[in-house]
């Protein structure tokens, strides 16, 4: 099966600095896949070429098998895109900005209107679709950010940050939505800052850092390599970290001290795994 995405040995250089440096990456069909990095990684840059958005400087990059550059048009029509920037028009109605887009992309008319029901129907704002965007939500925004992206039917979505400065009801309902699409076999990559997200989301990771991607794999696997347990011991102001293949090991470990203040076991989570790896935290 043709891979859903895939990017092989790709560079973006801006003035000289390859601020996506030799990045190679298979996106399977089906999976949701998270993309991680400290500010500046180089994640927007990714998804903007993988989107048509912005062009390699060197490599290869395909959509479905359709190759970024040279196809732009068919790359176009497999995915969706749902980006930070690419914010939904406030005076607009929300039927009016689903409209818009599917213009935008050919749709035919008796087909625009019946997919325009049924994507607003599907993330419940078929009962808003009368009203002007800026008085929604942010939650009820990023919805219809996303009805919008599904509209001519996507076969791979991309999510950048998608549930950022939502409070924690409205992005488990966005989850929620995302997780039915995927299980409806749309492939999905996304980046975000929370880790939760990633835990409950995401069968596969890729962390980057300076544009290259420096870890890769599905969580549990990210936790075996660089060990199940954790025993973090307070200095000053500041925890120190060590890592045990398993929380038994880290337990033992912290057994055999003679001094156990300001000491403590858990098991390793992603954070601990990112800041291992970056040296920085998440946000
Ligand atoms: P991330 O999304 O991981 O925070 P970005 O892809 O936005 O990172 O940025 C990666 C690096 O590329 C940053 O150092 C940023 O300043 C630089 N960069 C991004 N876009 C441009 C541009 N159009 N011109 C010059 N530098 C850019």
């Not at 497999?78 to 900005?97: A, K, R």
């Not at 936790?223 to 973090?232: A, Y």
Request: glycine share 8%; proline share 4%.
């Amino acid at each position: 099966m043709v891979a859903a995405v895939s990017l092989q040995n790709v560079y973006k250089v801006y003035n000289g600095v390859a601020v996506v440096n030799d990045l190679s990456l298979t996106l399977e069909t089906g999976e949701v896949f998270g993309l991680l990095g400290p500010n500046g990684a180089g994640k927007s840059t990714t998804i903007r070429m993988v989107t048509t958005l912005s062009r390699p400087s060197q490599g290869t990059i395909t959509v479905a098998g359709w190759d970024v550059t040279r196809q732009q048009l068919e790359v176009r029509r497999q995915i969706g895109v749902v980006l930070q920037q690419t914010s939904v028009d406030g005076d607009l109605t929300v039927w009016e900005n689903m409209e818009f887009h599917g213009r935008m992309h050919h749709l035919p008319p008796a087909q625009r209107r019946r997919s325009i029901d049924d994507w607003l129907d599907y993330v419940e704002l078929g009962d808003r679709r009368d009203d002007k965007v800026k008085t929604l939500s942010g939650g009820m925004k990023r919805r219809l950010q996303i009805a919008r992206a599904l509209l001519h039917n996507p076969k791979i979505l991309f999510l950048d940050e998608p549930t950022v400065g939502l409070d924690p009801q409205t992005r488990r309902r966005l989850w929620e939505i995302i997780q039915r699409l995927n299980q409806q076999g749309i492939t999905m990559l996304l980046t975000t800052h929370y880790m939760e997200e990633v835990e409950y989301l995401c069968d596969r990771i890729g962390v980057l850092d300076q544009g290259k991607l420096i870890a890769l794999g599905s969580f549990d696997q990210l936790r075996q390599r660089h060990g199940e347990g954790l025993v973090m011991t307070q200095r000053g102001d500041r925890w120190e970290y060590q890592f045990f293949p398993t929380l038994e090991a880290a337990k033992a470990y912290l057994e055999q001290q003679p001094d156990k203040t300001g000491m403590m076991t858990r098991p390793t989570n992603l954070e601990d795994i990112f800041v291992e790896l970056t040296g920085r935290n998440l946000d």
